[in-house]
């Protein structure tokens, strides 16, 4: 059994003139006519559309497998960047509103709270005192 590969043009735009499967210089089992338009060989498989061995393209799958866990490796860090940024922003937001400033009157060691300023037994000239240095 044979099969005859009709000529073609390869890439270079080369004529290359046809021939008969199986070559007097390749495997025997090669019986097949595969290929291309601008690539045609004989071999022994009717379903084989690849000229080359396989082993080359593990070093580009290894290269791809590489580049794609370095991809995984920046984008995991882009997003544990991202929540901790998130965090970090809602942890540091105040919890209540700022009543101001503690009270404390001259001389005193602890600040009044607005409750205690307000319901101290002084009036409200002397408080104005304390608070605003009115005199």
Not at 3 to 32: H, Q
Not at 95 to 117: C, E, I, S, Y
Request: hydrophobic letters at 40%.
């Amino acid at each position: 059994m044979s099969a005859d590969c009709a000529g073609y043009y390869n890439a270079e735009n080369v004529f290359v003139s046809g021939f008969t499967c199986p070559k007097p210089d390749s495997d025997a089992r090669a019986i097949f006519c595969c290929g291309f338009n601008d690539v045609k060989y004989c071999c022994d498989d009717p379903n084989s559309f690849f000229p080359y061995e396989y082993g080359y393209m593990w070093w580009l799958s290894l290269g791809a497998l590489v580049g794609l866990s370095i991809a995984a490796v920046v984008l995991l860090a882009f997003i544990i960047t991202i929540c901790v940024l998130c965090y970090l922003f809602i942890a540091t937001k105040p919890r209540g509103l700022d009543n101001g400033l503690p009270l404390r009157a001259p001389g005193m060691k602890t600040a009044l709270t607005k409750d205690q300023f307000l319901h101290m037994n002084t009036s409200s000239e002397e408080k104005m005192t304390l608070c605003c240095n009115v005199k």
